[in-house]
């Protein structure tokens, strides 16, 4: 199971394992955050995109790159991706999936024979332009795979379609629609790179760590 | 609201009242589809793409080309087709949308200044590539239009990736892979042809109707 929410958890999860944090501690609701604040987690986190005041942190990627973080966790809390996360819990893996770690996704999935679900967080329930992308380049990135269902081929024929020029479609999303509001356009181009890094979060004991 | 199921349901209600059917009764299950049998109707309807066997009609369009059906009412129940239509009751105006009636359907939705919302029925609750297909040509054929969320901006994507070989990736879908073990490939080639007939089905106290 890939979870994928690219504006922005899952681009901020890559992220911060990538510059130094020890763990990310994923959970569904702001008490549960702030409880782990108390133990001594950086509190990360928004809701309709905007960081929740009593937060460390909001959900931008830059701001998981904090030299003062190096060997800590952050506990992170956000509208759709960890959300999505707590209900992939069944699945006999789970990692983190996003452009940043594209291709690092593809070779871990490739190195073993499970069949794999891409689980977009979407907004609120509905598909995205964004994270429906992801799917289709991981899919593509996979090579020769079996799509077994209609919303995976949709996503490879969107990614084909606009591969070349992915910064523009995913600009015209109502993600980024919303999101600009907010001044973020830097953590959206941002979150749209390919391959910024080499590694894949996994999830284990309630957790994200790098996998080894 | 136009409600779409292309393999087959909906195509099968443009083809029946473009020849000669007086209407078309949409019931949720098998029951209501034989008491209105028994009242006079012609029942159709398959569960899983096989003819319900106490039917007179499965779900093929040609068998609701049958001339001795002329005047005469149609009662249906179908998988997907007319679970959608029966969910999307609360809509100011319900209408039936397929290839096959494409420019009608554009051409009626633009003479009223109302939202328009495609209903795409999809497969037990998951999308399909034949809906979305449509609703993408759907919306190309509308023109100027503001899309108002990603699912439709995907659609459109995806329609103009393939519009000069609908047929190609329409064959590529799960759901033609499922029917085409029942030996329909005829039907499916029919269900894709763009405009054959000039009309919209509108429904009117509980059926399906010409619109006039």
């Known amino acids: 199971m890939v979870v994928v929410d690219i504006f922005r958890a899952t681009s901020c999860m890559v992220s911060g394992l990538a510059n130094g944090l020890k763990s990310i501690y994923p959970v569904d609701n702001v008490e549960e955050c702030l409880a782990l604040g108390r133990k001594g987690y950086i509190t990360a986190g928004e809701r309709g995109g905007i960081k929740i005041e009593a937060f460390n942190i909001g959900n931008s990627p830059f701001e998981y790159m904090n030299a003062e973080f190096e060997g800590k966790s952050v506990a992170v809390t956000t509208t759709n991706g960890t959300h999505a996360l707590v209900k992939s819990l069944t699945a006999h893996e789970i990692i983190i999936g996003a452009f940043l770690n594209l291709t690092a996704t593809a070779k871990h999935l490739q190195q073993n024979e499970q069949n794999v679900v891409i689980h ?93």
């Open 120 to 212: 977009c967080a979407g907004w609120k329930g509905t598909v995205n332009i964004e994270d429906t992308l992801f799917a289709g380049a991981l899919i593509n990135a996979l090579g020769s795979v079996e799509l077994v269902d209609d919303a995976s081929r949709i996503a490879h024929s969107l990614y084909l379609q606009h591969k070349d020029n992915l910064n523009h479609i995913a600009e015209a999303s109502s993600h980024a629609k919303r999101l600009s509001r907010f001044g973020i356009e830097k953590d959206l181009e941002f979150c749209m790179t390919i391959d910024e890094y080499d590694i894949v979060p996994v999830y284990r004991d309630q957790q994200l760590w790098l996998h080894k």
